[in-house]
C-alpha cells in the first residue's frame, strides 16, 4: 500500500508547471525526430523510402520491447541517495536523449552502408534514449499525488507542454528550414542543437518543480516480478482498452505529423503553409484547456474522449473521401479534426493513473513503471504502424527520395490519400479502445478513489 510522506510540500502549481516542462523535454527531441527525420533522410541524405520503411519497423519494435526492460528499472533498483522513485532515472538519460536529437539532423559525410549504418545507429539510440526519460516521466505522475483531480491536472498539464513544442516550436521548422520551398539542410542541424539545450533545461525544471511524494511501502524480502505484472495487465480491461485508443492516438501523433511537410510541399506547393496549420493548434488549446476539467467533472474523462473523437472522425472522413483541391478548405478541415486528439492528449494520462489504481484495487499490488511501461508499449506499437506505414506508403504511390525533385501527378494524389487516411483510421481505433472496451466511466471510477481512500486511511491507524 502506498503512502503519502508528510516532509514534502503539499501538491500546488510548481508541479502541473514542472510536468509542463517534462513534456517539453521529451517533445523537443521526440516530436521533431517522428516529424522531421523521415523528410531530413528522404530528402537531405537521398535514403529510399522504402528502406526508412524497414528501419522504423526494426526500430520501433525493439523500441516498443525494451520498453518493459527499461520501464522496469525504478521497480527493481533505486539511484541515488533521495527518497525518489523516478527522477534519478530521468537525469540519467535527459544528456544521451539531447545528443541522440543531434545525430539525427546531421548530414554526414557518409555513402552506402556507412550511411546507412549511421542512420540506423542514431535513430536507435534515440528511440532507447526516449524510453529512458519518457518511462519514469509518464509513470511520476503517481507517485506525486494520488488524488484523481489532482492526476487530471497533470495530465492536462502534460498535454501543454507536448502541445506548446508542437504548435510553436515544430511550427517553426517549415519557416527555418525551407527557402523557396527548398530544404536547407544546415538548418535541421542547428534546430537540433537548440532543441536538445531546451530539452536538457526543461528535464531540470522538471525535476526541481515537481515533487514526489507518494512511497510505496515493500515487504521486506520482496521481489519483483515481471511475469505477476504482465498477468495483472492480461487481467486488466480498462488499460487493454486505453492501450488499443493509445495506437490510434499515435498515428495521429507520430503519422500526421510526418506527412505535413508531404501534404503541403506535394500537393499543394507550399511547404510553409504547414506552420499555419500547426499553429492553429494553440487557439484550440487555450480554448479547451479550461473547459476540460470542467466537462470532467459533468461528464466523465470517458465520455468526453468518446463524443470528441467522434466529431474529429466525421471531419476526417469527410477529407478522405473528397478530394479537397482548395488548401485554405483543407486547413480548416484539418484544424476541426484537431477537437478529438486534443482532448484525448489532455486527459489520456489521467485515463492511464486510473488504470494503474484499477490494478491496485482489485489485486492490492501495484507497480507503476513496469505496468506504465506496458501501456507505452502500445504507444510504440502505434509509432511503429505509422512510420513504417507511411515510408512504405510513399514507396508504393511512386515518390522519388532526393533533394528539389519533382514528383509525379500519380505520386502526388497517392500522398493526399495516403495523409487523409491516417487520422481516419486513427479515430476509428480511439472510438473502439474507449467506447467498446474501457469499461471505468465516472460512476464506477468516484466508487474505485472512495474504497482505496478508505483503505489508506484505515492502514495509517
Not at 472510438?431 to 492502514?459: C, H, P, V, W
Amino acid at each position: 500500500m502506498a503512502k503519502i510522506d508528510k516532509s514534502v510540500r503539499p501538491f500546488s502549481g510548481k508541479d502541473e508547471w514542472g510536468y509542463i516542462f517534462g513534456d517539453m523535454a521529451g517533445s523537443f527531441v521526440n516530436l521533431y525526430v517522428d516529424a522531421y527525420f523521415l523528410t531530413f533522410c528522404t530528402y537531405c541524405l537521398g535514403i529510399n523510402a522504402t528502406w526508412m520503411a524497414g528501419l522504423f519497423l526494426v526500430a520501433r519494435l525493439w523500441d516498443a520491447v525494451n520498453d518493459p526492460i527499461i520501464g522496469s528499472f525504478p521497480d527493481r533498483w533505486h539511484l541515488g541517495k533521495s527518497k525518489d522513485k523516478f527522477t534519478p532515472w530521468i537525469k540519467l538519460f535527459m544528456i544521451p536523449l539531447a545528443l541522440s536529437g543531434l545525430l539525427c539532423f546531421s548530414k554526414v559525410p557518409f555513402e552506402g552502408i556507412a550511411l546507412h549504418a549511421y542512420v540506423a545507429f542514431a535513430y536507435v539510440l534515440f528511440g532507447m534514449s526516449y524510453t529512458g526519460t519518457s518511462m519514469p516521466f509518464g509513470a511520476m505522475a503517481n507517485v506525486v499525488t494520488v488524488d484523481p483531480v489532482e492526476r487530471s491536472k497533470l495530465s492536462r498539464a502534460r498535454s501543454v507542454g507536448g502541445g506548446l513544442v508542437g504548435a510553436v516550436a515544430l511550427g517553426m521548422v517549415p519557416v527555418v528550414c525551407y527557402k523557396n520551398n527548398q530544404i536547407l539542410p544546415e538548418r535541421f542541424t542547428l534546430l537540433a542543437v537548440i532543441f536538445g539545450i531546451c530539452s536538457i533545461v526543461s528535464y531540470l525544471l522538471l525535476c526541481t518543480l515537481t515533487k514526489e511524494r507518494v512511497r510505496e511501502e515493500k515487504s521486506e524480502g520482496e521481489k519483483f516480478e515481471f511475469w505477476k505484472v504482465l498477468k495483472m495487465v492480461l487481467k486488466n480491461r480498462p488499460l487493454i482498452g486505453v492501450m488499443i485508443a493509445t495506437i490510434g492516438s499515435m498515428l495521429v501523433i507520430t503519422g500526421a505529423s510526418q506527412t505535413y511537410s508531404y501534404m503541403y510541399k506535394e500537393v499543394y506547393g507550399n511547404a510553409s503553409l504547414a506552420t499555419v496549420s500547426m499553429a492553429c493548434s494553440m487557439p484550440f488549446m487555450i480554448v479547451v484547456f479550461p473547459l476540460i476539467p470542467k466537462m470532467v467533472n459533468k461528464f466523465g474523462k470517458r465520455d468526453v474522449i468518446l463524443y470528441t473523437a467522434l466529431l474529429s472522425f466525421a471531419f476526417s472522413a469527410v477529407r478522405m473521401f473528397f478530394y479537397i483541391e482548395n488548401v485554405w478548405v483543407y486547413t480548416v478541415l484539418n484544424i476541426m479534426t484537431l477537437l478529438g486528439q486534443t482532448a484525448f492528449t489532455m486527459l489520456i494520462w489521467a485515463l492511464v493513473s486510473d488504470c494503474l489504481d484499477y490494478s491496485e484495487w482489485k489485486t492490492g499490488f501495484r507497480s507503476d513503471g513496469s505496468m506504465y511501461s506496458m501501456y507505452t508499449f502500445s504507444r510504440k506499437i502505434g509509432s511503429t504502424i505509422a512510420s513504417t506505414g507511411i515510408a512504405a506508403g510513399l514507396g508504393m504511390v511512386g515518390y522519388v527520395s532526393g533533394e528539389n525533385v519533382v514528383q509525379t501527378a500519380e505520386a502526388v494524389k497517392g500522398i493526399y490519400y495516403l495523409c487523409n487516411a491516417i487520422p481516419t483510421i486513427c479515430y476509428a481505433l480511439i472510438l473502439i479502445g474507449i467506447g467498446l472496451i474501457f469499461n471505468l466511466d465516472k460512476k464506477k471510477t468516484d466508487q474505485m478513489y472512495a474504497e482505496m481512500a478508505e483503505r489508506r486511511a484505515a492502514s495509517e491507524q
